[in-house]
Each structure stands twice: as C-alpha cells, then as structure tokens.
C-alpha cells in the first residue's frame, strides 16, 4: 500500500495510525492512496486509485474512512482469507484472538492484554488463512472510543480525534507482530461493567461457530456462504466465552486459561 499525501496534519495522522505497516517495495504496492485537504477547507479528501474520492469533515471521520476503505480493499485482494472483525494478540507462539461487538471492550482489553506480555497484531482485523490456520498481522494503531482504566494509562504519544483515541505501535508497550501466527485460541468478549470479576467458560464448537460466523467480514467469499469457514476454523481451535470485568483480574484470567491449556494453547485436531 502506497500513501500519497498533500496535507501535513494528514501525513502526520496516517503516519501515526500505519506505519506499524511498513513493509517491501512501494512499486509492488497494490492498494495507492491520495489524501489531502480540500481547497479552501479544514476538510479532508480520500482517493483510492480507480475510485472517486471520499470526504472527510474532521480527521476522526478521515482515519474512519479510511480503515473501512482498506479493510473492504484487502477483502477483495485477499479473499482466499476468512476475515473476522477481532483483535490478534501472540501468546508463546500462537495466535489468540479477541472477538466482540463494538462497544464490547475489545480494544481496551487488548490494551491491558499487552502490558501482561502478549505482543501485538491487530485490534480489528483477524484475517485467517483456511488451509494452515494461520492469522495475518494487521499493526495499526490500537484505537480505543475512551480513556481505559488507571492501571493502563494513556501514554504520550497518544492522538485524540474527537470520537476516538489512537495509540501507535511505536508506543504500545510489547513488540509488534511482523509474520503470520498460527491460530490456537479465540476468547468471545463481553463487558459487564456490574460484575464483581470476571468469568471464562469453555464453549462447545457449535455456538463458538455461531458467533465467529455473526464476526465474519467476508462470509460470501467462501463456501456456504462462509458458515463452513466459522465451523472449520471453530474445530480447530480452543473456544471460551469471556465475560470481562476489572481489567487486570481479566488479564489474570485469560493468562490463567491459557496456562491451563499447556505450552501456549495447545491447537485442537492440529495434525
């Protein structure tokens, strides 16, 4: 992906948000952006090559706008991949993914996960190679819709658009994921702000299917309309529904079920 901007403050927002993704050569690139400011306005343009351009009122909406632009882009690219809307963390060598609705937590309980030793590689985007189970790293910037938890502050480098907040790689505090990981855990979040601790509980494949497949971003890529997909992938890997509460007994307890689970987390049905 190649970006081409015209504005300094936008330069500064997509530079801060991508370039956790910085990788190879600019002339291989197969997605080419222009982003700029609109004559005479403090609004912002969007142009993907080949398509008619996006406005933006305010750089919350530009960096909005892009993401869905790019996420829909790759689909279409990679659609040989199962893209599920989830967050990817790396636990002693294997993939565990964070799966929950908007407004559920899942960024913020990345965002903890991360200062308990878990590396970094998406907070949005889980895209799964069908055959060998791998996900794919997608690093930008962790974004979050409110301030977290006192435990797990803010840090300097922070950039705060009116709707959301945004936390470049270069500030996360582990390392950033480069190569694809094997899939070995998914936890299916939900917040219960009421709850006195958190909860974990195995679930059976059918209902981790289920809920993988209402996650799904490109369901009609595949076959059966993508339900096989959530199915296969639901098989072969350790399932648990996690009810979230106080953030760092929610990190004890995800750490803890992994711990149980073996050296990592050991992959179901794995050859």
């Known amino acids: 992906m190649v970006i081409q901007c015209t504005d300094a403050e936008a330069y500064a927002l997509l530079s801060a948000n991508y370039g956790g993704l910085r990788r190879g050569s600019q002339e291989a690139a197969a997605l080419r952006y222009t982003v700029g400011r609109q004559a005479g306005s403090r609004a912002f343009f969007l142009m993907r090559a080949g398509e008619g351009p996006l406005r933006a009122a305010d750089a919350g909406e530009l960096l909005f706008l892009f993401e869905k632009d790019c996420t829909i882009a790759l689909q279409t690219l990679r659609h040989d991949l199962y893209f599920v809307h989830a967050a ?30 878990f590396r970094y590689c998406s907070d ?17 910037a962790l974004c979050l819709k409110e301030a977290p938890p006192a435990a797990y502050p803010l840090p300097a480098q922070t950039l705060c658009t009116p709707s959301t907040l945004h936390i470049p790689t270069a500030a996360l505090p582990s390392a950033t994921c480069t190569a694809p990981i094997r899939l070995a855990a998914i936890f299916f979040g939900q917040y219960h702000p009421e709850a006195s601790s958190p909860t974990v509980r195995p679930m059976r494949t059918a209902e981790a299917a289920a809920r993988l497949f209402a996650h799904a971003l490109n369901p009609l890529a595949h076959a059966e309309e993508g339900l096989d997909g959530a199915i296969a992938i639901a098989t072969r890997c350790c399932c648990f529904a996690l009810h979230t509460a106080d953030l760092p007994a929610t990190c004890t307890l995800v750490i803890r079920t992994l711990q149980e689970l073996g050296h990592g987390a050991q992959h179901r049905g794995a050859s």
């Open 88 to 117: 990817v963390l790396e636990w002693a060598g294997d993939a565990i993914m964070l799966v929950a609705a908007s407004g559920s937590g899942k960024s913020t309980t990345t965002w903890a996960l991360l200062h308990h030793g």
């Open 124 to 140: 949005e985007l889980g895209p799964v190679d069908m055959q060998t189970l791998d996900v794919y790293p997608y690093p930008h």
